[in-house]
């Protein structure tokens, strides 16, 4: 049973334009929320994160929204470039009183930029 | 440069040979992963290591072991590799809990 779901396998986008990756979780547990990319080859490398307290993070070009009720997240890149072509990976975390626990992954949804 | 670092960066085995993969970090963290990926799957945690501490998840398979001799290395030992094991093994550090974790290139297992 998936706990951390990215419906989409893959999503085209235009360069320049707005790309929108979704994730959905069932876990309500689940505390921290935290996207990868991945190219080819390569192991995942963190992008961005937020936690459970905030409903919003931006780094540069990088948004990640997070909506608690609806057990929804979703990463915002604008605008989209060649390089952001990628798999990305959407994983969260249930923090249990100063343990460390693994990252749940979603499959990943593979992100195309076309020129 | 690298910070975890995994090797090899693919493994042949034979079915049922013994095989072991390694991974070292330079980040000095606590923590350390082991996942595997399957090919369009989500990577999956087999075990972690908080510090010494050894966290087994409940549905890895008996066949899959760990060792953390000291905090810069952990190595990933399949005792008898079956072809259902055949997968991108993934290493990954963090500082503590609630932190990001930093993944090495993986092992590309393949078993013949």
């Known amino acids: 049973d998936q706990q951390v779901k990215q419906n989409s396998p893959s999503l085209s986008v235009q360069e320049g334009r707005i790309s929108i990756l979704n994730c959905d979780y069932t876990n309500s547990m689940f505390d921290y929320f935290l996207w990868y990319k991945k190219y080819p080859a390569e192991g995942p490398t963190f992008l961005i994160s937020?936690?459970?307290?905030?409903d919003k993070n931006e780094d540069g070009r990088f948004t990640v929204f997070l909506n608690k009720s609806a057990k929804h997240l979703s990463l915002h890149i604008v605008p989209s470039q060649p390089g952001d072509s990628a798999v990305y990976f959407c994983?969260?975390?249930?923090?249990?009183?100063?343990?460390?626990?693994?990252?749940?992954f979603g499959k990943g949804t593979h992100l195309i930029i076309q020129p | 440069d690298a910070m975890v670092i995994q090797n090899p960066r693919y493994q042949v085995t034979q079915f049922g040979k013994p095989v072991t993969l390694s991974c070292s970090q330079t980040l000095n963290h606590n923590v350390m992963y082991w996942y595997q990926q399957k090919s369009s799957q989500a990577p999956k945690l087999l075990f972690h290591y908080y510090d010494k501490d050894f966290n087994n998840e409940a549905d890895t398979p008996d066949n899959f072991q760990s060792r953390r001799p000291n905090t810069s290395f952990c190595f990933l030992d399949i005792r008898s590799p079956g072809l259902g094991d055949a997968a991108m093994y993934l290493c990954a550090t963090s500082r503590a809990a609630n932190t990001e974790a930093f993944f090495g290139q993986g092992t590309r297992l393949t078993v013949v």
């Open positions: 994983a969260a975390s249930a923090h249990m009183g100063g343990g460390a626990d693994g990252l749940t």
């Open positions: 937020i936690s459970s307290i905030k």
